[in-house]
């Protein structure tokens, strides 16, 4: 209010001192003449030179005002003007879906990314009832606006909004209110962010988890098999003893109970741990790392250790893979290397790629604690672990291998010079998208952690 009212004085104060101005060197210059040219006039002539000089005077001082007035007006509306493409601009490049509201839930703002979200347009929301809302979501705003006019500041929630195709969209929602300036009503601000990816990389991680439980599971297995082979055992041995007796059916039969019994477990177990069906697509190399980059980076950054991406070498290069697989791979690396780093915090990762010779290739590179050069020919067998009992199953990193050749490719894992691990995954790439240069190297990870030399080893899985 208070630079509105100061506008206004300083409007108000510039336009009298102007005509004040003008008024006396109107009365000046006017006084000037007649001294000059009129001094000897009779009254009449005298009374029609000063009705003239009046006529004069509120004619230019009406022309100023106008002139004036006209001016500041072009001024405020072009202010008004760039105010209004500001206020839009940041509109339109918010990363969330912004919706503005009143207190009935009428809209009273909807930007582009509201539309993209939930596919209705501007013009269609605008005035109408929000459209996106249930009976349920919409007890749920009103809840949320008697809190903030009770004083909270902010209302954080994760909930679900409906778009124009009668889907539900998980929607990651921040709501505030103020007060509308212009009508002095209360406003209900809303800005949703789509939690879809993050939802389906969340149950990726739960899949992922799920798989390395096997670990865990290998010793109940051991445990459960034993009792029924042993019994296997002494029925052959007593089939062996009493091959002519009457016995002999009744002890096979127990005999293929039993094997049936471990057969039916196995089966289970493997249909337990059988990943689904690959759906291959085209998968920009630089995007996945930029998704897995910002999914995974928050996690480091809570154990105090910095995750840095790499990818813009593979910025429009595209793999033939499945998506799920590729982001699996990535997790149990990335998890790995997280593992490998201090608990004091200070660790760094680079997850990265760039164009090879034979396709495309990845790297995750870590100066964690590295391995024994002795075990690195077992790091890829299943159940081997380089951690203490009970931190590892030992799966991770065979999983990883297994993902890697049915995509068709390679897996290496590397000690580097400084400390740590490097681990190189080669894919095949799609022919028509590999125009980059071919990079012999991953340049940062080299200038960050170097490489010890290594010579092929036939029996690195």
């Not at 506008?7 to 009365?27: G, K, N, P, Q, Y």
């Not at 503005?100 to 501007?122: C, H, K």
């Not at 929607?171 to 406003?187: E, I, K, N, Y």
């Not at 290739?361 to 159940?383: A, K, M, R, T, Y």
């Amino acid at each position: 209010m208070l630079p509105e009212r100061s506008e206004r004085v300083w409007f108000w104060t510039t336009l009298l001192l102007s005509c004040l101005t003008i008024m006396s060197a109107v009365f000046a210059a006017w006084e000037l003449v007649e001294q000059k040219w009129f001094r000897n006039l009779d009254f009449w002539q005298l009374h029609y030179l000063y009705i003239t000089r009046g006529v004069a005077s509120s004619l230019v001082l009406a022309a100023w005002a106008v002139w004036f007035v006209l001016r500041e007006r072009r001024k405020t509306e072009e202010e008004l003007r760039r105010s209004r493409e500001r206020y839009w601009a940041m509109l339109s490049h918010a990363a969330d879906a912004i919706v503005l509201l009143d207190r009935q839930l009428t809209v009273l703002e909807w930007n582009p990314q509201a539309a993209s979200l939930y596919g209705y347009g501007r013009e269609e929301a605008i005035g109408k009832p929000l459209p996106t809302i249930g009976l349920e979501e919409r007890q749920e705003l009103l809840q949320i606006l008697a809190r903030l006019e009770n004083g909270e500041p902010v209302v954080d929630l994760e909930t679900r909004r409906s778009n124009r195709a009668g889907e539900w969209v998980d929607v990651g929602l921040r709501v505030s209110c103020f007060q509308d300036v212009g009508s002095g009503q209360t406003v209900l601000l809303e800005m949703a962010s789509d939690l879809r990816e993050k939802i389906r990389l969340r149950q990726k991680a739960i899949e992922m988890e799920k798989l390395t439980s096997m670990g865990r599971m290998a010793a109940g297995t051991a445990h459960t098999l034993n009792t029924p082979l042993a019994a296997m055992l002494l029925r052959v041995g007593m089939l062996q003893d009493q091959s002519c007796s009457h016995h002999c059916d009744e002890e096979l039969r127990h005999l293929e109970s039993s094997t049936r019994f471990c057969q039916e477990f196995v089966q289970k177990l493997l249909q337990y741990s059988r990943p689904s069906s690959a759906a291959l697509q085209n998968l920009d190399g630089a995007e996945l790392l930029d998704s897995l980059h910002t999914f995974f980076r928050p996690t480091f950054q809570v154990r105090r250790h910095e995750l840095s991406c790499a990818g813009a070498p593979l910025r429009g290069v595209y793999i033939r893979a499945d998506r799920s697989q590729m982001e699996a791979l990535f997790a149990a690396l990335l998890m790995n290397s997280l593992d490998a780093l201090p608990v004091s915090g200070g660790g760094q990762v680079v997850l990265g790629g760039c164009i090879a010779a034979d396709g495309v290739e990845f790297f995750v590179s870590d100066n964690g604690c590295g391995v024994p050069p002795e075990q690195l020919p077992h790091i890829f067998e299943p159940f081997f672990t380089t951690k203490k009992a009970g931190q590892g199953t030992g799966l991770g990193l065979s999983i990883a291998s297994n993902i890697v050749k049915e995509s068709g490719g390679s897996i290496e894992l590397l000690n580097n010079s400084s400390g740590g691990v490097t681990v190189r995954i080669s894919l095949p790439a799609c022919p028509e998208t590999l125009t980059a240069p071919i990079l012999e190297a991953p340049s940062a990870v080299n200038e960050r952690f170097g490489h010890e030399p290594t010579t092929p080893d036939p029996h690195r899985r």
